[in-house]
């Protein structure tokens, strides 16, 4: 049996794939953002019920250990910021099970940074900024404009329904209409999940790069909260930026309040344990940082195969990747 053992990407792709990094290590550097690198192994997961963490058996000074594939670097950065490193951002390996198709590899990179002292709207306009970098002076002016977009007006605008006071039923018909899924015991949060992927998302950032603002409270993941001033409804403070359909960024207004984190990740694994999921250990070393004090401040991380697969007109991020999977 004959064995593929090509590249996905062709030898120039990859040589341009390097020249973008280039440039993403020149926008940081201009700007004094320190380069780091964290570990990819850790004693913690991450709990989001919607992700699928990989951990392997290691041997270390403490006997045999079950250590986790980072899905993203942001516990060790955030420890680093809590040391005092001041803005930080990597280029770093991540690795989410499941996840393999267009968009999608089981291990990837993801740029994330972290700027102590920004607010989400300057975290915001930098984040675009970096995208018309990578895209290139002709690519980048043709992205259009900077939009902000609020998550409760796409939803009205779209399906005619308020995602935060639409009755659950409502919903979970709409949302069989559109994925064509059984939705009749799916959360409220998958639901509305299902309807922004089928629904929303492929109109978003054409003509311009969208940002969506003010995400259910229940989806704030490691972010504050605040409250909406349409009516006082809790709302995340966070965003996710898109371009040509395709979501590139995905940024916090972070939390830094470590019994709130704490609390956020017993929720987390008590809802993977209701879903039928196996928990996942929690990093006790993220949350003792937190107790120590990490300053405030915003940070973004962002899917930059899927930057570098828009800017240079592929069709896939296995295209812009050396060996994505199967053929690693």
Same mark, same amino acid.
């Given at each position: 049996?004959?064995?593929?053992?090509?590249?996905?990407?062709?030898?120039?792709?990859?040589?341009?794939?390097?020249?973008?990094? #280039?440039?993403?290590?020149?926008?940081?550097?201009?700007? #004094?953002?320190?380069?780091?690198?964290?570990?990819?192994? #850790?004693?913690?997961?991450?709990?989001?019920?919607?992700?699928?963490?990989? *951990?392997?058996?290691?041997?270390?000074?403490?006997?045999?250990?079950?250590?986790?594939?980072?899905?993203?670097?942001?516990?060790?950065?955030?420890?680093?910021?809590?040391? #005092?490193?001041?803005?930080?951002?990597?280029?770093?390996?991540?690795?989410?099970?499941? !996840?393999?198709?267009?968009?999608? &590899?089981?291990?990837? @990179?993801?740029?994330?940074?972290?700027?102590?002292?920004?607010?989400?709207?300057?975290?915001?306009?930098?984040?675009?900024?970096?995208?018309?970098?990578?895209?290139?002076?002709?690519?980048?002016?043709?992205?259009?404009?900077?939009?902000?977009?609020?998550?409760? +007006?796409?939803?009205?605008?779209?399906?005619?329904?308020?995602?935060? @006071?639409?009755?659950?039923?409502?919903?979970?018909?709409?949302?069989?209409?559109?994925?064509?899924?059984?939705?009749?015991?799916?959360?409220?949060? +998958?639901?509305?999940?299902?309807?922004?992927?089928?629904?929303?998302?492929?109109?978003?950032?054409?003509?311009?790069?969208?940002?969506?603002?003010?995400?259910?409270?229940?989806?704030?993941?490691?972010?504050?909260?605040?409250?909406?001033?349409?009516?006082? !409804?809790?709302?995340?403070?966070?965003? =996710?930026?898109?371009? !040509?359909?395709?979501?590139?960024? &995905?940024?916090? +207004?972070?939390?830094?309040?470590?019994? =709130?984190?704490?609390?956020?990740?017993?929720?987390? &694994?008590?809802?993977?344990?209701?879903?039928?999921?196996?928990?996942?250990?929690?990093?006790?070393?993220?949350?003792?940082?937190?107790?120590?004090?990490?300053?405030?401040? *915003?940070?973004?991380?962002?899917?930059?195969?899927?930057?570098?697969?828009?800017?240079?007109?592929?069709?896939?991020?296995?295209?812009?990747?050396?060996?994505?999977?199967?053929?690693?």
């Amino acid at each position: 049996m004959a064995v593929d053992w090509r590249p996905t990407a062709t030898i120039e792709t990859l040589r341009e794939r390097a020249r973008l990094l #280039g440039e993403v290590r020149a926008f940081f550097a201009e700007r #004094g953002v320190l380069e780091v690198e964290t570990p990819v192994l #850790g004693r913690g997961g991450s709990t989001d019920v919607h992700l699928a963490s990989l *951990s392997a058996e290691a041997t270390t000074p403490a006997g045999r250990e079950r250590l986790w594939l980072q899905t993203s670097p942001e516990f060790a950065m955030k420890r680093l910021l809590a040391a #005092g490193a001041g803005p930080i951002f990597q280029l770093a390996r991540c690795f989410r099970d499941g !996840e393999v198709g267009r968009r999608h &590899n089981l291990e990837f @990179t993801m740029l994330e940074w972290y700027r102590p002292g920004f607010t989400l709207d300057a975290l915001i306009e930098e984040s675009a900024e970096l995208v018309r970098c990578v895209l290139g002076r002709e690519l980048g002016d043709e992205a259009g404009p900077l939009r902000r977009r609020r998550y409760r +007006d796409l939803f009205r605008e779209t399906l005619d329904i308020d995602p935060f @006071t639409a009755p659950l039923g409502e919903l979970r018909r709409m949302a069989e209409e559109q994925g064509g899924l059984a939705m009749g015991e799916a959360p409220r949060d +998958d639901c509305l999940d299902l309807l922004l992927s089928f629904a929303i998302e492929p109109q978003l950032g054409r003509g311009g790069i969208d940002v969506v603002v003010d995400y259910p409270a229940s989806q704030a993941a490691l972010a504050r909260r605040h409250r909406d001033p349409e009516d006082g !409804e809790w709302v995340a403070s966070r965003f =996710e930026l898109y371009l !040509e359909g395709l979501e590139l960024a &995905n940024g916090y +207004d972070e939390l830094t309040d470590a019994t =709130e984190q704490a609390a956020r990740f017993a929720e987390d &694994n008590a809802a993977r344990r209701a879903a039928g999921l196996p928990a996942v250990d929690v990093d006790a070393r993220l949350v003792a940082a937190l107790e120590h004090g990490m300053p405030e401040g *915003s940070g973004v991380a962002l899917g930059i195969d899927r930057l570098i697969q828009l800017a240079l007109g592929k069709s896939s991020v296995a295209e812009v990747m050396a060996f994505a999977t199967p053929r690693c």
